[in-house]
């Protein structure tokens, strides 16, 4: 499976790990089933970080990412506090994660895209503490 979704630190996070050749079905089926889960366990999301760095190949399109962010704005309803990581080493990769980022604007999440995993995670963590008081974030 390209993309990899887990719950993290007792479902307060989630990571999604992306590998090998990701195109626009799996991109889109798998935030579609991340984001359209149950509004009970939604809801007490406060951090997610999203790490491209294990993508060979990506077959996403601009259509696939406003989908997602279309699913990002719809589930910011629920819950509108979360914050984001992505963590992409690829131009190409990068790049399609800033225009997700953009095209999610919407949304009161606080989204970031980085270059490395440890900047990305040292990042939640300090946002996570600062808005939540939460000192014991996971990404394992």
């Known amino acids: ?9 007792g479902g307060i996070g989630s990571i999604i790990i992306a590998r ?28 997610t970080l999203l790490d491209w760095t294990a993508v060979s190949i990506i077959a996403v ?15 910011s309803t629920v819950n509108p506090d979360v914050v984001i990581a992505q963590v992409a080493d690829n131009d190409l990769v990068f790049g399609l994660a800033r225009m997700w980022e953009m095209l999610s604007d919407t949304t009161k999440w606080e989204i970031m895209v980085f ?23 996971t990404f394992d």
């Open 20 to 47: 090998g050749i990701v195109t626009d079905e799996e991109f889109v089926k798998a935030f579609k089933k991340h984001l359209k889960q149950k509004k009970e366990k939604f809801i007490k999301y406060r951090y």
């Open 115 to 137: 270059r490395n995993r440890e900047e990305a995670e040292d990042w939640i963590k300090k946002r996570v503490e600062e808005k939540y008081g939460i000192e014991d974030v």
């Open 1 to 9: 499976m390209p993309i990899e979704i887990r719950d993290l630190g």
């Open 61 to 75: 399109t601009r259509k696939g990412v406003e989908l997602v962010a279309n699913y990002c704005i719809n589930s």
